[in-house]
């Protein structure tokens, strides 16, 4: 099993729609992050937390909100989806006091 | 003007070739820089990491950071079709574990 697991791994849904997109990981780090990946853009941090009661911006929240539910389970939702949102996006993990950052598979993510 | 900067490639190279990939970056903060690998359809998955300046070995590759030029390269010996991929490079700043990437550079070994 992969130690961090994003549901679901394809998406497709309709402008103005909510979504919500899940990561659950098996590492026990405290801390959880969002990106997306565009092509020519390279990989942009969404949100991060660095425990269940810490939230962060990253440099592209507008458009997003996330949810940390436990230590292991943090979700990214898209209140009212826009086609500018199509994307792939990563979930990752890391531990204090380390550089090292574990991805998930991704999610595909199309809105039309 | 990106803190990371990246070719994207794609870089085409013989089996065997040495291969060098580079970055550059602006935010003289970062303390770590990593090396990403991403296989199509694929999580990064990281490779190695250096802490500020110098070399690490790792197997077939080396992974250099120069931080009077603000310039790191991740360099592939012997390089195997096994290796086509993207490779990510990215900066951390001392304080948190904040990653900022490049965009990546695809690359592609040829029989």
Redesign the interface.
């Known amino acids: 099993d992969a130690d961090v697991t994003q549901t679901p791994r394809n998406r497709i849904t309709k402008t103005g729609k909510r979504i919500m997109l899940e990561c659950s990981q098996t590492k026990g780090h405290d801390r959880m992050y969002w990106y997306r990946q565009d092509p020519g853009l390279g990989l942009r941090l969404i949100y991060y937390s660095f425990d269940v009661k810490d939230i962060n911006k990253g440099e592209i929240s507008d458009g997003y909100s996330v949810s940390r539910q436990a230590q292991a389970k943090f979700s990214l939702s898209l209140e009212s989806a826009i086609p500018n949102q199509t994307a792939l996006y990563f979930c990752a993990t890391s531990k204090p006091g380390t550089a090292e950052a574990f991805f998930g598979q991704g999610t595909r993510l199309t809105v039309v | 003007q990106k803190e990371v900067e ?1 070719d ?1 490639g794609p870089l085409s190279v013989p089996e065997g070739a040495i291969v060098s990939l580079n970055c550059t970056y602006s935010n003289s903060a970062f303390q ?1 820089f ?1 090396w ?1 690998r991403q296989y199509s ?6 490779l190695m ?1 250096t ?1 500020s300046s110098g070399n690490k070995e790792d197997g077939r590759s080396t992974a250099q950071v120069d931080k009077s030029s603000k310039y790191i390269s991740l360099f592939i010996r012997d390089s195997q079709p096994s290796d086509s991929a993207t490779y ?1 490079c990215a900066g ?1 700043t001392g304080g948190g ?8 550079t695809q690359l592609k070994v040829e029989l």
């Open positions: 990246q994207p770590y990593m990403y359809r694929k999580g990064p998955e990281l990491y802490y990510l951390v574990n904040k990653l900022t990437f490049g965009t990546g």
